[in-house]
């Protein structure tokens, strides 16, 4: 096992400068108090390298790693930096950048293939642990990927068999992950003038895997050596991302366990019970996790549970894990990504599932100071430390592989051998939105009476759209840019859809509740929130489900009123706290469907202004859309809104 206390010379972390959240405020002196290090402390005592953070370190091949720092006093003339092979800034950052977009890309396609296998096993009736569950979105997703949901029959037109069209819908869809010739299906889905510009621009993806194989082929020492041409690659594996397979992951997703629709919940430590067994899930992929939900629910379980002295099981979430059970059951989020040490550290946390994504090594340290058991299910996601336990799940067995870690967290109910703290700090949230449900909530349509989306944005009561998703990072304070740039922007009447931790982050506020409009929105957001009923802040669920901002973009163009494209609406996209590769993914799949993207923290970028420059201002030219770099979260939501009335002005409906 690893050093699992402080070193004494460690610095601790002020917990009011790492964080906005009293509830992690309280577990950071908490842990302080045990001598358990924690990432704010570490944040603390270990500065980031500066030449890696700008981006133009080279390490790809062993006669480096070659950094090329910015000169002090700036660029004065040429450039003439260079590696050893002679990369220049420019290509290294590039480089660096595109290989950012393969990891994330992976990530999320990944995680869709997992989720493509497990259904084409269900619509086999290969497993009785799944079924398909949503037949209208299986329909509705058939032709999209060339499917026919009828068949004539004596020239009579009648309906396929649901399972007869689940499994060539599987089929279909897992081949978008290797087919040899083609494009990806789902581009068709794009408004038509998107399209075109992407095949314009020849960057089409042709399949998922076969963009991030030839991102390490062209990165690889002596390959691509012009940053256009190697952005070029990491767009069309960025759209392979968004418009692929996170797109796939949520369609499938929502047919094997039902298309969210809004559902009443909790977020924050609080929802964590001290007489209930605690099981908290942690990760991305719901292929489990769903059955561990239904298993915990279970009155044998909770029978179980009694006879161990708990009164119940208190089922919970960690990052994407928790919006995916909670999008579909309401089961509350006890943590962001920065929490989930804290989460241990509340002495009550019995087990931690994980599966991929997002999951720190450092909770096995923290769990091996409480009785917490962490469990790893995935075999491309374990842990070295003895004392983590590996139930490799297999959908062929799901329920017997749920019902072993629920057991797991039920024994270990009685072992817990520190004083509980769990704080009392929960928030209401209203969560599951996505395209059925913006729409069905707003008019029954997007366009066309005086509730609806598209003329609200028209008339202006709604200034624009704003997707504000992505990480925590412990380099800026916890949730602080998260929530002041999601009120700014509702403050000025910009409607915010939000996913991943920004979706914790803003629950955890109160911001995800219809009560928030009056206190927060301007008048013109408030009126169509409170006539409707919905929160200014809607949440659409995990990483993979920013898939589903892409298809509302698409809904608004669609319906007509405002322009042809996504990137003539009045719409703009932020990850202010981003820190993981996804991320950078996502905001690039953003900036190549047309959207402006504005970034806080940092960007690996600063290094070589050039290359910063192309993506900044550039890209406009070729998509649309384009990114930035903005620290300050007010200065931050001022840029987005400066560009949604830039956007409503060039619609003529800034008036
Ligand atoms: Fe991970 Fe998805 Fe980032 Fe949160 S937001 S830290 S990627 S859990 Ni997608």
Redesign the pocket.
Known sequence: AKVAKAEKAMKLADPKEATIDVASQQMIVRAQELGVDTVFDRAVNMKPCSIGAQGICCKNCSMGPCRLPLPKGGIEGKDTRKSLCGATPNTIAARNFIRMIAGGASAHSDHGRGVAEVFLAAARKETDAYQIKDTVKLKALAPTLGVATTVEVDGETQDRDIYEIAVEVGEAALNEWGKPEGELLNLKRAPEALYEKWKKLGVLPRNIDREIVEIMHRTHIGVDQDYKNLMKQGTRAAIADGWGGSMLATDLQDVLFGTPFPIQSEANLGVMKEDHVNLILHG?EPILSEIVVSVAQSQEMIDYAKTKGAKGIQLSGI??TA?ELLQRHGIPTAA??LQQELAIITGACDAMVVDI??IMENIANVAECFHTKIITTHPIARMEEQSVLHIEFDEHHAVEDAKRIVKIAIDNFENRNREVMIPSQKATQIAGFGVESIQYHLGGTFRGSYYTLNDNIINGRIRGIAGV????NARTKHNDGHVRVVKELIKNDVIVLT????A?ACAMEGLLTPEAAAVHCGPGLAEVCETVGIPPVLHLG??VDNSRILLAATEVVKAGGLGHDICDLPVAGSAPE???E??IS?GHYFVASGVYTVFGVTLPTSGAPVFHDYLCKQFEGLTGGMWDLEIDPIKHAQKMIAHIDKKRKELGIDK
Not at 469 to 472: A, L, M, P, R, S
Not at 499 to 502: I, V
């Open positions: 991305h990052c994407c919006n962001t990504f994504q997002c998703v992505g990480c925590n996913t991943g931790c920004n914790i995990s990483c981003w820190m993981s996804k991320a996502i």
